[in-house]
């Protein structure tokens, strides 16, 4: 697919998985409009992206669902129209089920769930008014299997994967496509924003994080599984063998997704 003048919203693009596809639909010369709650961050961005392409900041926050039909109509209005729009706002979780408060289960359903559902849902009408329309929900492994410290993560995930699924089998839209992206672990500082189980930051990078598939190439292998209309995409590197071996060897995903989850913190 030619990405050149592409209107491309990417919502969580200040950091991490979203700035790298920022970039990298920029290079593509996509027209870019970029969200999340740190203006600073985003303005930044949109320096380095100077030259390269049209940006447009459109500050939104995934939990302020009732500004999120206004936050769509403005990002309807920057271009006219929308092509591609990216949920990658996100937040983790560190923190056992027994030691997590009640409001921090709200808070990742929130930013993880409810804000892409409430966008996606608004987004609808105008993609079936312009004739197409392309949702990109990165998700996670961990939408796909249980893992320890991260029980309101895991479900968050299971639930925006199981939304964006029914969307893919209703398929009323002509010309309509959603693709679902499942990194493992990517290196990004996804782990410092993570929630612990009162609901502060965790503040610090995992092992594993540390040790994931840089942000570019993860943003490369994004971009080809939108040109190539992909469903679902994993990325990733052993975890993909603990999916596998959740369905062909249950016993021994359960004794090595806890010791990896509990050792890798
Ligand atoms: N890194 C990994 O290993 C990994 C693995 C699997 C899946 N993922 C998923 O990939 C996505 C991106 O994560 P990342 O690794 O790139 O982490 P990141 O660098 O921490 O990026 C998270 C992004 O989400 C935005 N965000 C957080 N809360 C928000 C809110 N309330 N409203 C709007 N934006 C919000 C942040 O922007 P502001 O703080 O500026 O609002 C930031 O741009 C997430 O959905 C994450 O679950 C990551």
Known sequence: MNFEHKVVWIIGASSGIGAGLAKAFAAKKARLIISSRDNATLRSLEQQLAGHTGCTILPANMTDRLALVHVVERAMGIYGHIDIVIHSAGVGQRSLAIDTELSVYNQLMEVNFFGPLAVTQYLLPHFRKQGHGHVVAISSMSGLMGFPMRSGYVASKHALKGYFETL???????NFYVTIVSPGRI??????????????????????????????????????????????????????????LRILIPAAYYRIARKRGLDNQ
């Not at 089998?169 to 002509?174: R, S």
């Not at 996804?190 to 840089?214: C, E, F, H, R, V």
């Not at 971009?223 to 992909?230: F, G, T």
């Open 168 to 174: 893919q089998v209703e398929h009323t839209l002509d």
């Open 187 to 244: 290196k990004t500082a996804l782990s410092m924003s993570a929630l612990t189980g009162d609901g502060t930051s965790y503040d610090k990078m995992d092992k594993g994080q540390l040790n994931g598939i840089p942000v570019d190439e993860c943003a490369d292998r994004i971009l080809k599984a939108i040109s190539q209309k992909k469903k679902h995409v994993i990325i990733a590197r052993s975890e993909r063998l603990l999916y596998w």
